[in-house]
């Protein structure tokens, strides 16, 4: 499981993602006006938009908010034009970042975030020594305590997931794209809640981060980066020790 999933229920725990919920909200309505404009407004015939959908809902997003973002991305409403650039970069103990921007101004994003990396003594990477360490995956986060392992994993798997493991207090599964919905729709077909479920750049193998500090420094550094209005995601590969997980929850 990535570091990154560790810490954000560590986040979600702290109450930091409600404090957050406006900035949110706008970084969706983003991700919907593109997924919409390139795919169209129906999620009946844009499985991308149907699944972000879904994640709007879980976050709360309001249904107005849904529908305005949605007719901004196909036309039916006036929207700036937005461009997707991706950085990469290294953060404290080797740790690589990928950052993917989604912005009506490019010269405004390029500075910001420049001087995020600058500021977090961080360092640029050329493009692709970074990413190409990751593959697009759905990965999707079941609570252990829910459900028993192996009916999960029956389910996923029937329903074309690649992957099931264990992590702690959380089920990771992992699918190819193209089967995330057909794997979402069989878990809410079976009354199983998801805690997290996106298709996003998952590491295929990871730094291991055994010292708090280092862990503390990689995780002010994104959250820094998560907090640009332009940054949608920002991805790593460092995998979080339990100890540093169970010493920052007690902070």
Not at 65 to 73: E, L, P, T, V, W
Not at 131 to 144: E, L, N, T
Not at 213 to 237: G, H, P, R
Request: charged share 30%.
């Amino acid at each position: 499981m990535s570091g990154h999933s560790k810490w954000k229920t560590i986040q979600h725990k702290k109450g930091a993602a409600d404090a957050k919920r406006g900035k949110i909200f706008s970084k969706m309505a983003k991700e919907l006006m593109v997924v919409a404009k390139a795919g169209g407004g129906s999620p009946d015939t844009n499985t991308a938009l149907r699944n972000l959908i879904v994640r709007c809902k879980a976050v709360s997003m309001p249904n107005d908010n849904i529908d305005r973002a949605i007719k901004k991305g196909t036309g039916e409403l006036a929207a700036d034009i937005m461009e997707e650039i991706t950085y990469e970069g290294y953060a404290d103990g080797g740790v690589g970042v990928v950052v993917k921007v989604l912005t009506d101004n490019k010269n405004r994003a390029a500075a910001e975030i420049r001087h995020i990396f600058s500021k977090m003594a961080s360092g640029f990477a050329s493009q692709g020594a970074v990413s190409r360490g990751f593959k697009r995956r759905g990965q999707i986060f079941v609570d252990a305590n829910v459900v028993e392992e192996d009916k999960l994993m029956d389910i996923v798997l029937n329903a074309g997931a690649e992957d099931m493991s264990r992590d702690g207090e959380q089920f990771e599964i992992l699918t190819d794209p193209n089967a995330f919905t057909p794997v979402m729709e069989a878990l809410e077909k079976a009354g199983i809640k998801t805690e997290d479920a996106e298709i996003r750049l998952v590491a295929e193998t990871y730094v291991p981060v055994t010292d708090k500090t280092v862990a503390k420094s990689v995780m002010k550094f994104v959250e820094a980066l998560e907090d640009n209005d332009d940054v949608q995601n920002v991805y790593t590969n460092m995998d979080l020790d339990d100890s540093v997980i169970a010493a920052i929850e007690k902070e």
